[in-house]
């Protein structure tokens, strides 16, 4: 059976969920008649009409706070982000309105919208367009965050973000938009909580999650020729953090190492080493380490983008580093 | 009526007083006795309400930033007392407490509310800034500037979308937004009228014009202050009206809500009025003269309403006289058990935040 690219496989999840349930729309810009600028919502126009994939003007605050309305009336949106970096428009509305209005309507409304689009750094896309809000967006409260990796999780998650009562952020990442793979058969969903052992593993324990589970799975490969088993654990759920997933790793591995494309101050690594200081300090062999990109503007200079970002060498010297004991 | 096409000329008057006084003469709501009581009983308690807030926030009962109604009471009943009650949705601002009375939210649970107690209607959790109501269609009191408008405008859109998509006839809701002055200087607004005219969503943004916001002069900050005259850059129907006048807004609130329910898209509303009281309970109003709380004092809604009854032979004065004291019973019972009522359960600190809980 042919592979399904992972926007197709974001579609699937998208138009499944679509034809289940008539609530269930999408908001955006060039959503519709485009079919989405990656090509997410590609043909979805046509199928479910205007209204269902609303093609949105320009003004990512007002079209994400209008989300927000129509989910607490009653309506699952999906709202894209034509680049997720254009979502600190409404960062208002994603924090103040998504995050806490449930809260502090004491439980009146809920609010079951999707926030999904394409993240992380692309090719030489410039600073803007390059951007990681995951770790921006971390601290809000009542927002789940999951970045997706693979076909197969991309269309499961998605159809379990859509069909969670909760306000979910949902990363993609530019460049695995056209990764292939075969899709599980019938309606699967991916728990949106659950990290995804990639590798087990005995002697170290690597967390990740988007593109970078790629870069790490490069080096996963070189370290195995040379005779290290590392585990390979792809976050999926960055908040709230699968602990449980986490901590028997480390439990197993006494050594573990956080590869992220986010910056490093104010990342998700920050806020994982100190969840992993607190609750696995006494399992740790080793001090925990974090591979991030540098905390730069992403420069548009193609050497340079490398430079800021982790890549898969310096995760295998890393953890060659921590094993052998030199660091 | 007043509508942009009769206007071939533009004109901007300067001050917020001539503009009031200048207004045209458009249709009213009709007063009959059953109106006019209902009209005055809800206004009465908007403004009783206010009062006793004020008494118990300088007696220490509650805290935080408090934004009071009086005097703007005319719009809140005017639009809301148009609209049906548990079906139609309503969007207010920070200043919500009368608007969520006026929405049918029982004045013991706002009151609880802004105690911070667990029978609140947001359950401790919101205070007088986040009022929300789902059973009474309350969206929310919003406490940034601007974003209740987005969110309205969600529900205009759930409305149509249910009717059209959902094929649910009986899907015919209309949304009122609330906001200010002050508040059609950000983007949201603009926005909003633009998507809701673009998609003819039911839905009323309410502007309450009451010159200020905070410490400063609309005119100070608005290159155009007449602000209905804004709709029609967006080819949308837009009217102002004497917010001090409830049958005024009440009557350019129903046509606004028969042209909404029957898809014929949204109205921008804009109520001249004035606050009688500081911006806040914490503001010291320092820069509001003498003579324009004069000039507005003079008409204030609720005496003007009481007048037109009387001498209209709706009712009479005694009758009036036992609203008042009906309302003030009403709001003291609800002070007496809003006080005496538990505060929220500690264990119960982190409930709400998900869905599941
Ligand atoms: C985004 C944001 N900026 C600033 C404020 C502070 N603020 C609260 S009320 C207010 C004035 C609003 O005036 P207006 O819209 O005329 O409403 P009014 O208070 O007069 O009812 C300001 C600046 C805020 N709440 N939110
Ligand atoms: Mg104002």
Redesign the pocket.
């Known amino acids: 059976m042919a592979g399904t690219l992972l926007f197709n496989a974001l579609k699937e999840a998208i138009d499944e969920e679509m034809a289940n349930d008539v609530n269930v729309c999408v908001m955006g810009e060039d959503v519709g008649q485009y079919g989405g600028s990656y090509k997410v919502t590609k043909d979805l126009y046509e199928k479910y009409g205007e209204l269902r994939v609303l093609d949105t003007p320009i003004a990512e605050n007002s079209f994400t706070g209008m989300a927000v309305g129509a989910a607490m009336t009653g309506l699952r949106p999906i709202v894209e982000g034509m680049n997720m970096g254009f979502l600190l428009l409404a960062f208002n509305q994603i924090s103040n309105n998504m995050g806490m209005l449930r809260y502090t309507s004491g439980g009146n409304y809920k609010i079951p919208a999707v926030v999904r689009g394409p993240g992380g750094v692309g090719r030489q896309l410039g600073a803007e367009h390059s951007q990681r809000l995951e770790a921006y967006f971390h601290a809000v409260p009542g927002i789940k965050i999951v970045a997706c990796s693979t076909p197969t999780n991309a269309k499961g998650l998605m159809k379990a973000a859509i069909r969670d009562d909760n306000p979910v952020l949902f990363f993609e990442h530019v460049l695995l938009y056209n990764l292939s793979e075969e899709l599980p058969d019938g309606d699967y969903i991916c728990a949106l909580d659950q990290a995804d052992v990639v590798k087990e593993g005995k002697d170290i324990t690597l967390l990740t999650y988007s593109r970078m589970r790629h870069h790490c799975l490069k080096a996963v490969e070189e370290l195995d020729k040379k005779g290290v088993d590392v585990e390979l654990i792809d976050l999926i759920s960055l908040k709230p953090f699968d602990m449980e997933t986490i901590s028997k790793s480390i439990r197993k591995t006494n050594k573990v190492i956080i590869v992220e494309e986010c910056m490093k101050t104010g990342g998700i690594g920050a806020e994982l080493i100190a969840l992993i200081t607190e609750e696995c300090f006494d399992d740790l062999d080793a001090r925990p380490i974090r591979l991030s990109s540098q905390d730069i503007p992403t420069p548009y200079n193609g050497n340079l983008e490398n430079l800021t970002i982790i890549q898969p060498h310096q995760i295998v010297e890393k953890v060659e580093d921590l094993i052998s004991g030199s660091i | 009526m007043l509508t942009n096409q009769n206007f071939i000329k533009v004109f901007f008057l300067e001050t917020h007083v001539e503009r009031i006084s200048n207004l045209q003469d458009f249709k009213k709501a009709e007063l009959d006795r059953e109106t006019g009581l209902f009209l005055y009983e809800d206004m009465t308690l908007g403004r009783r309400f206010e009062d006793k807030c004020a008494e118990m926030y300088y007696r220490g009962k509650m805290f935080g930033f408090v ?1 009071l109604y009086n005097g703007q009471e005319a719009i809140s009943t005017g639009v809301i007392g148009a609209m049906k009650k548990k079906h139609d949705w309503f969007c207010s ?3 919500d407490h009368v608007h969520a009375l006026s929405a049918g939210v029982p004045s013991f649970e706002v009151m609880s509310e802004l105690f911070g107690k667990a029978t609140g209607c947001s359950k401790g959790r919101g205070g007088s800034m986040h009022l929300f109501s789902r059973e009474h269609h309350l969206l929310g009191g919003y ?4 974003e209740g408008i987005p969110v309205a405008l969600g529900a205009a859109f759930s409305s149509r979308y249910k009717k059209e998509v959902a094929c649910d006839k009986s899907s015919d809701s209309v949304t009122a937004a609330f ?5 059609c200087n950000n983007g949201q607004f603009f926005e909003c009228l633009n998507m809701a005219q673009l998609w003819k969503l039911p839905i009323i943004f309410v502007v ?1 014009n ?1 010159k ?3 410490g400063m002069a609309h005119d100070r900050a608005t290159s155009n202050p007449e602000i209905w005259r804004k709709a029609s850059a967006f080819g949308m129907h837009g009217e102002e009206v004497d917010g001090m006048d409830v049958l005024a807004v009440r009557g350019a609130a129903q046509r606004a809500i028969e042209r909404a329910r029957a898809g014929e898209g949204p109205t921008l509303l804009e109520c001249l009025t004035y ?1 009688f009281r500081g ?1 806040s309970l914490a503001d010291p109003d320092e820069l509001r003269s003498e003579k324009e709380k004069e000039f507005w004092g003079k008409r204030d809604p609720i005496k003007k309403l009481a007048q037109e009854i009387i001498e209209g032979k709706f009712a009479t004065e005694e009758e009036l006289k036992s609203i008042d004291k009906k309302i003030d019973t009403e709001i003291s019972e609800s002070v007496k058990n809003a006080l005496e009522a538990p505060e929220p359960p500690s264990e119960e600190l982190t409930r709400y935040i998900w869905a599941e809980d």
């Open positions: 934004h601002t920070y200043r406490a940034f500037i601007g906001f200010g002055d002050g508040t309450e009451n200020w916001a905070i606050r911006h």
